[in-house]
């Protein structure tokens, strides 16, 4: 892999076995996530809309409560124990929520993994990247951080297509249990990661991994208010937000209808993300940087909104899944390739 990686990439010598192990660990984070959330769908369809609703409540608290508590977490943890713990617990939660899905499912096995992952999915890119910049300094990060990015795009793909080829053979609790030795997976390219670098840094470079990151629980939040462009961005980011949410309904509700079995839905889910994923890899190589060097980033963010409009009209008009599923490899994948790196400019 690390050859493979040096042609890909502009990797200077001694950099290879880092950056494979970087790859490696991404890879393994995102492709555990994402094997596992098309049985949250499932675990959506089977609750009901009105209980998927008060859910979604809970995980906004959630993720209101929990941005202090990972502040104050990574403000006293060291740097270099923070993901393996982090990772340890979500396999460890994983595992448990399988033996509750066993056969008919526990009520509160599948509203608890409900909120739980929806939660996750808020932190793992910003833990991730967040130890990147710990490690590789400005210089590194601009020739190198593509090629790891790679591997979790390339995870986000790996990961439904693995639930949707095995489902129906280990059911919804052996992709948790994926999912789970998919975590554990990423602890061990973290500790990887940590012995590669750790040889080849300096000992003053060493140190600061001994030490929390420190800082303000809330400083992100006194950042966002003094900035009208990031202001801007949370406006643009919350109304798409709605707009999708209203999506994701009308989705459990023509799954429900139209599959009766369980694994029959999480195989559906599973085949839209990594098709979604795909599209956007494909985007992203041929479309994404083309249109924005030819037309600006205004183009890129005002694509998605437009494509949403159309949807919606032909899925009012149509109301059937066939529509839907069109409409949401569409936008997903313009959402992924196009708004993302229009919102990153």
């Known amino acids: 892999m690390a050859r493979l990686l040096a042609r890909l990439a502009p990797i200077e010598p001694g950099e290879a076995r880092a950056v494979a192990a970087a790859f490696s660990l991404f890879f393994f984070m995102w492709a555990g996530y994402f094997s596992v959330r098309p049985v949250r769908e499932t675990v959506g369809t089977l609750l009901g809309a009105a209980e998927v609703a008060n859910l979604w409540m809970f995980t906004a608290i959630g993720a209101v409560l929990i941005v202090p508590l990972y502040g104050a977490v990574v403000a006293r943890l060291p740097r270099r124990s923070f993901l393996p713990w982090t990772y340890g617990i979500v396999a460890a939660v994983l595992v448990l929520v399988a033996i509750g899905l066993r056969g008919d499912m526990v009520p509160w096995a599948g509203r608890f993994f409900y909120v739980f992952i929806s939660v996750l999915n808020m932190f793992l890119i910003s833990m991730f990247w967040s130890f990147m910049l710990e490690l590789f300094d400005r210089g590194q990060a601009k020739r190198l951080f593509g090629a790891i990015a790679a591997g979790g795009s390339t995870g986000a793909l790996a990961g439904p297509l693995a639930s949707d080829m095995t489902v129906a053979y280990i059911g919804e609790s052996g992709v948790l249990l994926l ?36 800082g303000n629980p809330f ?97 009012a008009a149509s109301g059937t899944f066939a529509v839907l599923a069109v409409l949401l490899l569409l936008l997903l994948g313009t959402g992924y390739a196009f708004a993302r790196p229009g919102r990153g400019k």
Not at 182 to 204: D, E, K, N
Not at 292 to 300: D, E, K, M, N
């Open 219 to 315: 400083a992100g939040f006194t950042l966002l208010a003094r900035s009208p462009y990031l202001l801007g961005i949370a406006l643009f980011v919350v109304l798409l937000s709605l707009v999708t949410t209203l999506l994701y309904f009308e989705q459990l509700r023509l799954v429900e209808s139209t599959f009766a079995e369980r694994a029959d839905r999480t195989r559906v889910f599973a085949r839209i993300d990594w098709i979604v994923q795909g599209l956007t890899l494909l985007s992203q190589i041929f479309l994404t940087g083309r249109i924005a060097t030819r037309f600006g980033v205004t183009v890129l963010l005002t694509l998605v909104p437009l494509i949403m409009i159309l949807g919606f009209v032909a899925l």
């Open 179 to 214: 999912g789970a030795a998919l975590f554990v997976g990423a602890i061990a390219c973290q500790r990887v990661l940590l012995r590669v670098w750790t040889g080849q840094a300096p000992p003053q470079e060493r140190a600061p991994l001994d030490r929390p990151l420190g």
